[in-house]
């Protein structure tokens, strides 16, 4: 059986979200099916500018076929378009313009799909909301499975996705509140699909004090992973964390791990030692008291997972269904949805060991019963098989 | 955890956790209770203090000393008649003894029932005041919470007509725009569709003229063939009744001739039988 992963970007350089994702679970199956990797040649999910040279190569055994990006994606157009069809009445062809400018835009990589479908047995598309994805899947439905990778943002109601939703063979959802969306979304109940997510690699040693050692940090720390960015809700993370510090005058630091396009707050005790090699993240995360998870849209949170997968309790944004569900089914995290939860929250997790020890295991046992890498195989297989038993 | 030098570190007993079994779901539903009832506290612990108004009960009466009595006449004669009695004094003190010392203590006991109950009064109209007082602060606040609900509830009811009226106007413009849009695009579409139909109409009755003219053509030339058959028809009939006529009178002749050749025969025969005798 031949699979082909169908994803926007892709890369060793590329470090989190939905191509990472695509990543891991193509080098796992590629025990059990020949995988191929259709991307782009782009780099940065802002424009798409074309950064990779247009050819094949072999990422950790697996070949992968690159394909010129037509245009690049002009932010300001972009946003402009979104706002539109956001809040005006808008008719199908503005969502088509939209998702051009969502990108992307490359013909070629649509044209080989329909050219060489033969050659497939099955693709896995990743991502809804992207070109590729879109047209991918309209020109292959008989083949296409679908990893959606959806969060509850406003463009997921779109026209154009609700027929989407409907074509391909078969669904790869990441969460339990993922799936009740889209399924609500557009009545896609019948098509097969399950809930799936995604393992994470946890090295098998890691060390919090060596972290401390080599950075020279003393004290408590809570520790946040990921894009420091407003739609993670990092501003809202900052405003919370310094209005505790005021008021409860706690010596507890904030720890910024990830690349930045949000200015930080300057106080002494919110900490950015800019982006972390793998080791020195786990070693990181394994010093602090617990993970904080501040972001309003997720549609997995692979960081929440790596904490649960090292004993780690977490605090969560309420405002994120997948996250508060996450927290619910794993009794491994509190959450917060105001400023007073917030306080009250993380002044119980931050007053109580022993209740960060329980929900840190908590998380482990979830994360074990869930997220194993065998355990995601076998749900990948089992979608396959049952695929090749309809034919 | 490290101390600096505010507030002590929430140890909260107000929230029950069984950590053999956690329940994420119920330290939420405590947390959310707890901010709930900090909220409702808020406000009351913000209102004026009232003086606590130092109230004890009345130091316990001293025992009431006989006063003496007023002088008058009764007073008088009373007066002398103790004074004849004193010597009897001590006889009558030892008879009546008992008598007046129980007397003596039911008129202190009546006497501290009287203070207690006036005791008891102040202090039931004290607490009526204070429960007055408090009923009045209560009152004022509902007021004030009252006069601020009207002015929000005011302030919302307004903003969301001025929002709906915003709404409706946009929405009317915009269904008129649409109107519009879709009225140019019926008269367009309406346009083109009737020229579309009257140059299909024209190009359609040119052909039918055209095929009515050829059919017309072979019609006549059909009409001329059939007149053509028709005699042939005609022609072959009269020729078959005329063959049919000579086949009959063939036959005849045939019949006639073989009757002659009978008879020739019968007659050779008979020459010959002549001829040979």
């Known amino acids: 059986m031949k699979v082909a992963f169908v994803v926007q970007r892709y890369g060793l350089e590329i470090n989190g979200g939905a191509e990472l994702h695509c990543r891991w679970v193509a080098e796992h199956m590629q025990k059990y099916v020949q995988t191929e990797v259709l991307t782009t040649r782009a780099f940065d999910y802002i424009t798409w500018k074309n950064h990779y040279p247009q050819s094949e190569e072999v990422i950790n055994g697996i070949p992968v076929k690159r394909f010129s990006v037509d245009r690049s994606r002009n932010p300001e157009r972009f946003g402009q378009i979104q706002s539109f069809i956001l809040e005006n009445e808008h008719r199908e062809e503005d969502e088509m313009r939209w998702l051009e400018e969502e990108g992307p835009l490359s013909s070629s990589l649509i044209e080989y799909i329909k050219e060489h479908q033969a050659d497939y047995d099955y693709f896995i598309f990743f991502s809804y909301r992207y070109f590729h994805s879109y047209w991918g899947i309209s020109a292959v439905p008989h083949k296409s499975i679908l990893v959606p990778t959806a969060e509850h943002d406003p463009v997921v109601h779109l026209r154009i996705f609700k027929d989407l939703f409907r074509k391909p063979q078969a669904f790869i959802y990441n969460s339990v509140e993922e799936r009740k969306m889209i399924n609500s979304l557009s009545r896609n109940e019948t098509i097969l699909g399950d809930v799936v997510g995604v393992g994470t690699e946890v090295p098998s040693s890691y060390s919090g004090e060596r972290f401390r050692r080599k950075r020279g940090l003393t004290g408590d720390y809570i520790i946040y992973v990921g894009r420091i960015d407003e739609n993670k809700g990092c501003h809202k993370l900052f405003e919370y964390f310094l209005k505790f510090k005021k008021e409860t005058g706690l010596a507890v630091k904030l720890l910024l791990v990830g690349s930045t396009i949000l200015k930080i707050p300057s106080h002494v005790d919110i900490l950015h030692p800019g982006f972390l090699s793998e080791e020195d993240k786990f070693d990181a995360i394994d010093g602090a008291l617990l993970l904080m998870m501040p972001s309003f849209y997720e549609s997995l949170s692979m960081v929440t997972l790596e904490a649960w997968a090292m004993k780690k309790p977490v605090l969560a944004n309420a405002t994120c269904e997948v996250l508060k569900g996450q927290c619910l089914r794993s009794n491994g995290g509190l959450f917060y949805e105001n400023y007073e939860e917030f306080k009250e929250a993380l002044n119980l997790l931050l007053s109580s060991e022993e209740l960060r020890q329980a929900l840190g295991e908590n998380g482990l046992k979830y994360y074990n019963e869930n997220y194993t890498w065998e355990i995601i195989e076998n749900k990948y297989l089992k979608i396959l098989n049952e695929l090749e038993g309809r034919k | 955890m490290e101390k600096e030098n505010k507030e002590e570190i929430n140890k909260d007993d107000s929230i029950k956790i069984d950590y053999e079994k956690i ?76 008598v007046h010392q129980e007397l003596m203590e039911t ?171």
């Open chain 2, 23 to 98: 329940d994420v779901a119920d330290i939420m539903d405590q947390i959310k209770k707890k901010i709930a009832k900090k909220r409702t506290e808020a406000p009351a612990e913000q209102a004026p203090s009232e003086s606590p108004v130092p109230f004890s009960p009345p130091p316990f009466p001293p025992e009431p000393e006989m006063e003496p009595q007023a002088l008058g006449l009764k007073g008088k004669i009373k007066k002398i008649l103790l004074k004849i009695m004193k010597p009897f004094a001590p006889a009558q003190k030892l008879l009546a003894l008992p």
């Open chain 2, 107 to 277: 008129v202190r006991k009546l006497h501290q029932t009287n203070q207690r109950l006036e005791y008891l009064n102040a202090r039931m109209d004290y607490e009526l005041r204070k429960l007055s007082e408090n009923i009045g602060i209560g009152e004022k606040r509902l007021d004030l919470v009252n006069d601020t609900l009207n002015t929000r509830l005011d302030y919302v009811s307004k903003t969301t007509h001025e929002r709906i009226d915003e709404v409706g106007e946009k929405t009317h413009l915009r269904i008129d725009e649409v109107n519009d849009t879709v009225n140019a695009r019926l008269d367009y579409v309406s346009k083109t569709t009737h020229e579309r139909i009257d140059e299909v109409s024209e190009k359609t009755h040119l052909r039918i003229d055209d095929v009515n003219e050829k059919a017309n053509i072979r019609y006549d030339r059909a009409l001329e063939y059939i007149k053509l058959l028709h005699n042939l028809s005609h022609n072959l009939v009269v020729e078959l009744s005329k063959l049919r006529i000579e086949e009959e009178n063939l036959k005849l002749k045939a019949r006639i001739i073989e009757k002659d050749f009978e008879f020739l025969s019968r007659k050779e025969k008979a020459l010959e039988k002549e001829f040979f005798k």
